[in-house]
């Protein structure tokens, strides 16, 4: 015991009393808010874009635009609102708000609808605006507004010279009397185009109803509806059933510990196969066999990266909690639900399961890298053992990303019972209540898995240790398997 | 009564089928410099392996201090690998503290060991270096440290002079016979003879996995034929006048001068070679009777060994 204490004891502080495991430890949140920053900002940035609408129908197409414009911003305010009433508890102010927003033009709405929602929020309504501006076309036609449109010759918009972005040109013609058509040197941004487009199309709806004898009361009643659904879960009583965040974030976080699984056992691995490489490397094994016995070595190494993976997941989780906890004291995230995440996470029905998954998982990916690492003096000798151990780990990575938004679907449940994505699976599967035989059996299989690849791999790490074996053994042992299949 | 601190008796390895080593016996005695010698690949890297537990023979018993050799036993003994490893990361302190706790001792006696040791290597000021940061010698020097820090019974040194420079070798020597004095037990693995010669007590000689000689070193050197090297002016030929006393042989020699070597047979000597050479008018420009050396043995029964296998 003496000797596995000390050697995880050694491994875990060759990297935790460095500068560089502290240096990434922190970087990687300080790199996500970066990153989240930088999304948030460039969402915010985007530029005051100015078109033009050539209307030659007569119609007034530019005002129905705008309309459309609005109507975008609309949906985004009552989204927003919706979020803090949800997050602070006044759901019921839900109606008030998307009545008060919807009653008046624009977002002129937004004063009355944040006194509906009853709660100080820090959003203002100019957030919302949309950032399509329209001008006066500086020419009648679509070739008069080409060197606009171009770059080549610019407005003047309060005393700044701007490009034209676009301009949208309305027509008589065509099987619904009327063409349209979008001209733009962008070709991603489709905020516009699809604004113009909802337009065109509302227009001929409402005039082709219209013929039909509805008259334009009725029609703007039509429009006016919006009517909504709960999502109720039967598992409670009536008075209580609607399902909100809370309830949708346990699921959530089901699948981001499946992932973060996968990612920890990933990087914590390969950091024992790059320590095993560089005590092979460096001929230290020998030296320690006569003092400790091979399991005791394998066994202290397992625990000192254990140990590092459970120093990330404490420092990252502790930086995630405070986060959470820091961002909802400001009122720009107000919305934020930092209470239900943290009870989520914390919960002991995912959290147990995630710590077993985690040991279990560990422990086979790891002996079998340590093993890889014992047959190797160098990196590049092991890539090429690594190549299908990776692709082995990918898998279970690839079927949570294709399944995120079902983790009820029956590939995932097959794929579950595959022992050695069990620990990544299963644990995507959690929430969703697997049947207790399922679970059971599938542990069974991955533990009775685990302790055969343990001792296989304990056996190839003893062989690699002392040099009765290397990679080229393991090649020429795939060839032979490979002639003898052929 | 001598206590038998080592003890491997029909000890056979096989990898792949070929034996490492087969039917091997090797007794070290407490108290014992025991040099175990042997051509490369002999098998010798491989016996201490197994003495050490770190491999398990096909064949054969292993004993140490009178029991299988476990990781509890291993306290008792310090081994320095052929293989040099060592923490390149860690400072040199650390490395000897790490190796000593691994080996029983509390950090206060370890970290001790460490500054005492370093010192005594003349390293006292490198303590807090990084062993990347030192030459080899250095990083020798402390992989030294650490295998006796713990102040073990049993030293085993698997090839412990490779890599030194002669001055650190001479100072690895003295630290081999001032723990042979202070009552320690020592097997050290070579196939430089000199070192042996001059160290060791017991010497064993391993080729192709298998014992060769196992004895005192007068007895190792009495396995050499004695020879007397003869230059001499006259005509003389030596095959006639020296004949009865052993094979004689001419040798290349200065210009004006005629070389002999006479390979002694048994029961003649230097003395009846010179009376010879006098009676019979030899007028003797050289006349060398050659000390036997451990290297002319160890090539002496190697080769002998390998005439037999064959």
């Not at chain 1, 990303?401 to 579950?416: G, I, R």
């Not at chain 2, 064949?59 to 293989?83: C, H, W």
């Not at chain 2, 490893?85 to 000897?96: L, R, T």
């Not at chain 2, 090839?159 to 016979?177: H, W």
Request: hydrophobic share 45%; proline share 4%.
């Amino acid at each position: 015991m003496r000797a596995i204490y000390l050697m995880a004891r050694r491994e875990y502080l060759s990297y935790v009393a460095t500068w560089g495991f502290w240096l990434s430890l922190l970087a990687m949140p300080f790199i996500m808010a970066v990153f989240i920053g930088i999304s948030i900002m460039a969402e915010n940035a985007q530029p005051t874009r100015y078109y033009a609408v050539l209307d030659e129908t007569g119609i007034g197409f530019a005002a129905l635009i705008d309309e459309e414009l609005n109507e975008g911003a609309k949906e985004e305010a009552i989204a927003a609102l919706r979020g803090v009433a949800e997050a602070s508890g006044r759901s019921d102010a839900i109606p008030a708000i998307e009545a008060a927003i919807n009653a008046e033009p624009g977002l002129e709405g937004f004063p009355e609808a944040v006194s509906a929602l009853g709660v100080p929020v820090d959003i203002s309504a100019a957030q919302f605006r949309s950032n399509y501006v329209r001008v006066d076309p500086p020419a009648g036609t679509i070739d008069g507004l080409r060197p606009y449109l171009l770059g080549e010759q610019t407005l003047r918009i309060d005393g700044e010279k701007h490009p034209l972005f676009a301009a949208v040109r309305f027509q008589p013609g065509g099987e619904y009397g009327i063409t349209a058509e979008y001209w733009s040197t962008n070709r991603t941004s489709g905020g516009l185009r699809t604004s113009a487009r909802d337009a065109l199309r509302n227009h001929v709806r409402s005039n082709a109803l219209a013929d039909a004898g509805i008259s334009e009361t009725v029609l703007g009643r039509i429009y006016a509806m919006s009517p909504g659904i709960t999502e109720n879960s039967p598992e409670r009583g009536r008075e209580s059933s609607e399902v909100n965040l809370a309830d949708r974030l346990p699921f959530i976080v089901g699948i981001a510990f499946s992932i973060g699984l996968w990612m920890m056992i990933f990087s914590v691995t390969n950091m024992l196969l790059t320590a095993m490489i560089e005590e092979k490397g460096n001929k230290i094994l020998e030296t320690l066999l006569a003092t400790a016995r091979y399991h005791e070595i394998l066994i202290g190494k397992l625990l000192g990266l254990a140990a590092v993976s459970a120093t990330f997941m404490l420092v990252w989780g502790g930086i995630g909690s405070g986060g959470l906890a820091g961002l909802q004291a400001l009122a720009v995230a107000a919305d934020l639900p930092a209470g239900d995440i943290l009870s989520a996470v914390f919960d002991p029905g995912l959290l147990i399961p995630a710590i077993g998954y985690f040991a279990v998982g560990y422990l086979m990916y790891g002996t079998v890298y340590l093993a890889i690492g014992s047959l190797c003096d160098t990196l590049q000798e092991a890539q090429s053992l690594m190549s299908p151990m990776i692709l082995v780990m990918m898998v279970p990575f690839v079927i949570i990303m294709a399944t995120l938004e079902n983790p009820d679907s029956l590939f995932l449940q097959y794929a579950s019972w595959v022992p050695i994505w069990t620990p990544f699976l299963m644990m995507a599967r959690l929430q969703t209540d697997p049947a207790l035989i399922e679970m059971i059996a599938t542990s069974v299989g991955m533990l009775l898995t685990a302790a055969a690849i343990i001792s296989l791999a304990s056996y190839v790490f003893r062989q690699g240790s002392m040099g009765r074996a290397n990679a080229s053994s393991i090649k020429r042992l795939l060839k032979f398997g490979k002639i003898r299949n052929a | 009564m001598t206590e038998t601190i080592l003890s491997l008796e029909g000890v056979t390895k096989r990898y792949s089928g070929q034996a490492a080593v087969s039917g091997f016996d090797l007794a070290v005695n407490r108290g014992q410099i025991t040099g175990f010698l042997g051509p490369n690949g002999a098998g010798k890297t491989t016996s201490l392996r197994i003495a050490l537990g770190i491999i398990k023979p096909d064949d054969g018993k292993v004993r140490l201090f009178g029991q299988y050799p476990k990781a509890a036993i291993l306290q008792r003994v310090g081994f320095l690998p052929e293989e040099r490893g060592i923490y390149k990361k860690m400072k040199a302190e650390d490395v000897i503290i790490f190796f000593g706790r691994m080996k029983g001792m509390t950090m206060t006696a370890a970290r001790k060991a460490a500054r005492d040791g370093l010192e005594r290597f003349g390293l006292g000021g490198e303590a807090r270096k990084k062993i990347k940061e030192m030459s080899k010698g250095m990083a020798q020097k402390v992989q030294i440290i650490a295998t006796l820090a713990h102040d073990p019974e049993f030293i085993i040194l698997d090839e412990p002079f490779s890599g030194l420079d002669p001055v650190n070798q001479k100072m690895l020597e003295e630290m081999i016979r001032d723990e042979a004095k202070r009552g320690k037990t020592i097997l050290f693995s070579t196939h430089v003879m000199e070192h042996a010669e001059r160290l060791c007590d017991q010497i064993v000689l391993i080729s192709k996995g298998r014992k060769v000689f196992d004895g005192g070193l007068p007895q190792a050197l009495s396995q050499v034929p004695r020879r007397v090297v003869i230059e001499t002016a006259s005509d003389h030929d030596l095959r006639q006048v020296l004949g009865a006393l052993g094979a004689v042989e001419a040798q290349t020699a200065p210009e004006g001068l005629k070389g002999w070597t006479i390979e002694l047979a048994a029961g003649s000597d230097a003395q009846d070679v010179l009376k010879a050479c006098v009676e019979g008018g030899v007028r003797l420009a050289r006349f060398e009777p050659m000390r036997a050396h451990l290297h002319d043995a160890f090539v002496e029964l190697v080769e002998t060994s390998n005439r037999e296998a064959v």
